[in-house]
């Protein structure tokens, strides 16, 4: 039974449970609901890079920290269609554009529209994250068929005021209104590792899990430290802490996906393997996110085949290994990471 009426209280006790008995009620409400070795791929694309005007604490692209990330203006309409093709081809069945807005501006709205259009042509699911939204920008992004909206509430209730001050939580769940009476799936989830609690980590499920319906996709992200930013030099997460979080959204929200998103870098196969038995079934493929590194795309890919997972990598993907580089790394040219040469074309692993 789907329930949206939890307490903060019966979150934390399942979340405080013994590691394995969590892990096994985790796995066996998964396999009720999934089949268990299957695994997502979605990509991502930065289609507006930086400058952003709020000041969330974690990230690269707020305009409020001295970071690294240079400013990028909006890609143009090409661009993003060879990174869809690129990303179709390399097997992601879902397509992910993140702008680093507060919100659209209406003029961008044709331009948005046409985008989904053109991803939606190629048979993947759009996603977008733009940032707040009005209900008529909600309903012309849902006409033009957009399947996915992330947006996430990030922390706790609580904490949220500790990470962002230019908006509150309230409107990020105003947002999440919006794009339910749209007919917009929502993905919304946060990140763990910001120097939140136990229970803010509980509060925060909480607030998930009672919305009804469950969001359809929970993407749970490890904090990504990013010198300049606030939270830089804050102390790492337990992986094991990270882990009874993906096991407790698994529980409390059994239909939902659990996506393994950022900060995987930083834990090991292990973990991560740990993190899929726990109940997450989708990854993020490609050496970047949206202006981070990733995984290494043969370390993914040895993963899943060591794991004997089902992905829907395709057998005949042809993608050059320069291009497969490119959507898989260096979105931005001019930025390409240190391992981008360790990226390969996927589907000769999985041939091996
Ligand atoms: N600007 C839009 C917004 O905030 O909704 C969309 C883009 S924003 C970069 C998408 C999500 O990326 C954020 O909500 C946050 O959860 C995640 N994110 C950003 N920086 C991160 C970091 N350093 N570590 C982990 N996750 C991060
Ligand atoms: C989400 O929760 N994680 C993804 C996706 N939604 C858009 C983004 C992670 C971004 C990590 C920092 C970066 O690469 O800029
Ligand atoms: Fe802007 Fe989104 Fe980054 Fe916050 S998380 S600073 S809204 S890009």
Redesign the pocket.
């Known amino acids: 039974m789907l329930r949206h009426d939890w307490t903060t209280d019966e979150i934390l006790e399942i979340m405080q449970m013994p590691f394995m008995d969590l892990i096994y009620k985790a796995q066996t409400i998964h396999r009720a609901n999934f089949n268990a070795n299957e695994l997502h791929l979605s990509s991502l694309l930065s289609i507006k890079t930086g400058s ?1 005007p ?1 000041d ?1 604490k ?4 707020s305009a409020h920290y001295q970071t690294n990330q240079p400013s990028e203006k909006l890609l143009d309409k090409n661009t993003i269609l060879e990174k869809a093709k690129l990303a179709k081809d390399a097997g992601a069945t879902t397509f992910c554009m ?5 919100n659209p501006k209406d003029s961008d709205m044709p331009f948005l529209v046409d985008v989904i259009k053109m991803v939606k042509a190629l048979g993947l699911n759009a996603c977008m ?3 707040m939204l009005t209900e008529s920008q909600a309903k012309m992004l849902k006409e033009a068929g957009l399947d996915y909206y ?3 509430i ?1 922390t706790s209730e609580e904490f949220y005021d500790h990470i962002i001050s230019t908006r509150t939580f309230n409107d990020r769940l105003e947002t999440l209104k919006v794009l339910r009476k749209c007919g917009i799936k929502i993905c919304t ?3 763990m590792g910001m120097g939140e609690t136990v229970r803010d980590r509980a509060s925060f499920l909480k607030t998930l899990a009672n919305l009804d319906p469950h969001p359809e996709s929970v ?1 749970i ?6 010198p300049g ?1 606030p ?1 830089a030099e804050v102390n790492d997460l337990d992986i094991l802490e990270f882990i009874r979080v993906i096991a407790t959204a698994r529980i409390i929200m059994p239909k939902s996906y659990i996506r393994l ?3 995987r870098t930083k834990i090991s196969r292990e973990a991560q393997t740990l993190a899929i038995m726990a109940g997450s079934n989708s990854i993020f493929l490609g050496c970047k996110l ?1 202006t ?1 590194q990733n995984v290494d795309n043969n370390d993914d890919l040895k993963l899943i085949k060591d794991l004997g997972l089902i992905t829907t990598i395709k057998d005949n993907a042809k993608t050059p290994m320069q291009e497969q580089n490119e959507i898989l790394g260096k979105i931005h040219d001019n930025k390409a990471s240190s391992n981008d040469h360790k990226c390969i074309k996927l589907n000769d692993l999985l041939k091996e």
């Open positions: 952003c709020e969330c974690y990230c690269p692209q993140g702008a680093a807005w507060r994250t733009l940032g992330n947006h996430n990030d989830g946060g990140i993407p992200n490890l904090l990504v430290k990013i930013t939270l998103s950022a900060g949206l981070t």
